[in-house]
């Protein structure tokens, strides 16, 4: 490990990257701007060696929430009224604000439409990741700590009605 602190004679230590080809290049560009979806992060520049990747995105440029689906659920073998809430990018998944805190959902309990379900850290950045439906939580898929997949199912939720009351002006 590196301690950011330190430093570092560039001339001692050989920080050519392997040889990679073209399609590795392009594979590290696509993962690198999958793990920024979902983070405020508008600049990116990584310089290993002689590589260097820049990306940028406009600022207020966000990228779209992944959608629950139903072939996901059903293959599985879970019933046809679940939904999975799926983690928008890749990284560490907490279920919880802090250790010292309670969940943000319980298996049994209810979540509505943009409500948050549990944080994703990525490149040291904390996400929100919200649901996108409406209903009772049945089965949490993965633990809190775990690293997932962007896609990859958190939690999965009944379908059911909000418990918010009517809207205002109805």
Known sequence: MIDDHEDHDDHA???RPAEVE???YAALVRGLTRDLEGTAITRLELRQGDLRVALRRAPGAVATTVPSTVAAVEDMGRPAGWRAV???LTGIFYARPSPDEELYVRVGGHVEADSIVGLI???KMFNEVTADI????REAAVESGALVEAGQPLLYVELGE????PAAGA
Do not use: H
Request: no cysteine; net charge negative; proline share 5%.
């Open 22 to 24: 073209g399609d590795d």
């Open 13 to 15: 230590r050989d920080t």
């Open 134 to 137: 409406t209903g009772t939580v």
């Open 86 to 88: 799926v983690a928008p």
């Open 121 to 123: 850290e990525t490149m």
């Open 162 to 165: 909000s418990q918010a009351g």
